[in-house]
């Protein structure tokens, strides 16, 4: 098959490229340089380079082999032209390309926006600003945002401060998708606050598509939502509807009333279980994935352990067979070493299983035992896979920024790996806490912070109260309500309410804030911090040598003796339960654990 000739097109960056003085204007506090007719394709010496050949294997058409971002603009597109520079050896769309060569195709008119010329912009990353958000262009069709240093080309209006990639510049004014609605659907140019038919808000950044027809309102980001979905806040799956709702129920992710006067998705079995539209297609609820005709997978999840005899398993974290052992009484011996391999906590009375060797310590609580294999957890539209902890190897709770070495839920998908702990995988809502009358819901609006009301941190992951302002932070939902003092007989509880009569923290002496939640004992009249009783992590970590994390080879030593090592940063003998013995440019180094949190954590 012989191709025609090469084409004699020249590839953006040349054209972008500012030379001498050139005209600029700037944009979001970035310089963007204006393209003109002053550079043409007859500038260009023939011995220049970055000529440009058609790609034909992917042209016009949906590839699973489609080229990679279009150099000029960031964006992919499947149903365009493409050309490749094999002096930039990237790919740029057909349009890019025309978008720069002429004087009519710098300042133009689209389909998109009538009423006002476009004008080509080249930007290059460079700020007037410093640190100004990366986010810098965003095409009001396509809603995709690029920045940083690299070269991207763009229309833009000053006077609606509108911008189109040059690919979205070309699109017609008017969207046929017999999935969202059975008429063609009109682009609406003037910017006015219309309602949704399918998202029920108001989004003034957002196109809007209209059908004079229906009386039908459309974002132009939600003409595609899909039909059927799966997200990590329910069991089943979840179908598109416009239906009105047998009764009044609020969204299953942010909580607030569904208005049944517009789309919504509702679960497609018996369950009155409903979401908004956008709740629902969040990024930290919903995979990505379109259900509609795929059929439901079965989901299997592998039993933790298998049963042997009556009261003895073989479990999968553990070589040796376990037997279960049933607690009476709370009134147990507290021993410092002894603890759940899986949550890393002391045991205070409850069910376990015990190894069944003599010489081995492992010993898991029994609701440990049973954690499932896999897990999809509310906080996470992907299922994690539970990951028993490497003696060798600790890691950091991505919910609750802890430094743990117990078990860990492992999830790695799109290039990401996140780990968390088994009491953060454990919360699921509503949670009934015994600080707050109310349940609690994982309702934070996406990408907002909130302050915890306990330790005041602000945190992207809050479980909220929805009748009052009350919220927690998953380090303060997951304090253990329990704990033991070694020098107190009697157990100490979380203490939520305030308490005047309590002054002074038995560990660092210094003044309670009764307004905090501290560690008490009601028979003895004492109390803690938190901070001081149970430290950031150390009482989520254990005794052990040749640990890893980032980089770090380190040891963690209990110290119960009478003889107490000097600590390196603060010069004195350390107080503590844990040191940290590390190897620091060929020297041991020993330190209290609290300083290497500060630092490393």
């Known amino acids: 098959m012989e191709h025609p000739p090469p084409s004699r097109l020249i590839c953006p960056v040349i054209r972008s490229k500012d030379s001498g003085f050139p005209d600029y204007k700037i944009i979001n506090g970035y310089v963007s340089y204006m393209i003109d007719s002053s550079y043409s394709l007859h500038d260009v010496s023939s011995d220049y380079g970055h000529r440009l050949d058609p790609l034909y294997w992917c042209n016009n058409k949906e590839s699973e082999d489609e080229p990679s971002w279009c150099g000029a603009c960031q964006c992919k597109e499947s149903n365009t032209t493409y050309y490749f520079c094999n002096e930039c050896n990237v790919s740029y769309h057909k349009e890019c390309v025309e978008s720069s060569l002429c004087l009519h195709s710098a300042l133009i008119k689209s389909p998109l926006h009538p009423k006002h010329h476009l004008q080509l912009f080249a930007h290059r990353g460079l ?184 009261g003895i398993i073989q479990h999968f974290s553990h070589s040796h067979q376990m037997r279960f052992e049933k607690k009476t009484t709370d009134m147990i011996l507290y021993d410092e070493n002894k603890r759940c391999q899986a949550c890393v906590l002391p045991f205070y009375g409850g069910d376990i299983y015990n190894c069944m060797d003599s010489s081995c310590d492992f010993v898991l609580h029994e609701a440990c035992a049973n954690l499932p294999r896999t897990k999809q957890h509310m906080a996470h539209p992907y299922p994690f896979i539970l990951q028993v902890s490497d003696t060798k190897n600790c890691f950091f709770c991505e919910y609750c920024n802890r430094f743990s070495c117990g078990f860990r839920y492992v999830c790695c998908k799109r290039d990401e790996s996140i780990s968390i702990d088994v009491r953060c995988a454990a919360i699921s809502e509503p949670l009934y806490h015994q600080a707050h009358p109310h349940p609690l819901f994982l309702s934070n609006e996406l990408g907002k912070h909130r302050p915890c009301s306990v330790c005041r941190k602000e945190s992207i992951r809050t479980l909220n109260c929805i009748k009052c302002d009350f919220c927690l932070c998953f380090y303060c939902a997951t304090l253990p309500y329990k704990v033991k003092y070694e020098l107190d007989e009697h157990f100490l509880t979380l203490s939520y309410e305030e308490n005047a009569s309590l002054n002074w923290c038995e560990v660092c002496e210094k003044t309670l804030d009764s307004y905090k939640w501290l560690y008490t004992c009601d028979e003895c009249g004492i109390a803690f911090h938190i901070a001081c009783l149970l430290g950031k992590c150390a009482f989520y970590v254990k005794p052990a040598q040749n640990l890893s994390f980032a980089s770090h080879k380190f040891n963690i030593i209990l110290i119960n003796g009478l003889t107490r090592p000097i600590c390196e940063e603060c010069k004195n003998r350390c107080q503590e339960k844990l040191m940290i013995q590390e190897l620091y440019d060929g020297k041991e180094i020993t330190a209290c654990y609290r300083h290497w949190e500060e630092i490393d954590i």
């Open 127 to 310: 700020s007037l600003i410093p640190y100004l958000d990366c986010k810098i262009i965003s095409c009001s069709y396509c809603e995709s945002s690029v920045g940083g240093d690299r070269t991207t080309l763009f229309y833009y209006c000053f006077i609606c401060k509108f911008s189109l990639y040059p690919v979205c510049a070309r699109r017609p004014a008017f969207l046929n998708y017999q999935k969202r609605h059975e008429h063609a659907l009109n682009h609406f140019p003037r910017k006015t606050d219309l309602i949704c038919d399918v998202c029920g808000l108001v989004n003034s950044k957002s196109l809007i598509y209209v059908c004079f027809q229906c009386d039908f309102v459309v974002h132009k980001n939600c003409i595609y939502l899909p039909a059927i979905i799966k997200i990590s806040r329910h069991d089943h799956r979840l179908s598109f509807t416009y239906s009105p709702l047998r009764v009044l129920l609020s969204c299953g992710v942010c909580h607030q009333k569904v208005d049944e006067n517009y789309g919504k998705y509702n679960c497609t079995k018996d369950c009155t279980y409903v979401v908004h539209s956008k709740c629902a297609t969040r990024k930290d609820v919903w995979d990505g994935k379109e259900l509609e005709e795929e059929p439901e997978e079965e989901y299997e999840n592998l039993h933790p352990f298998k049963v042997i005899d009556d």
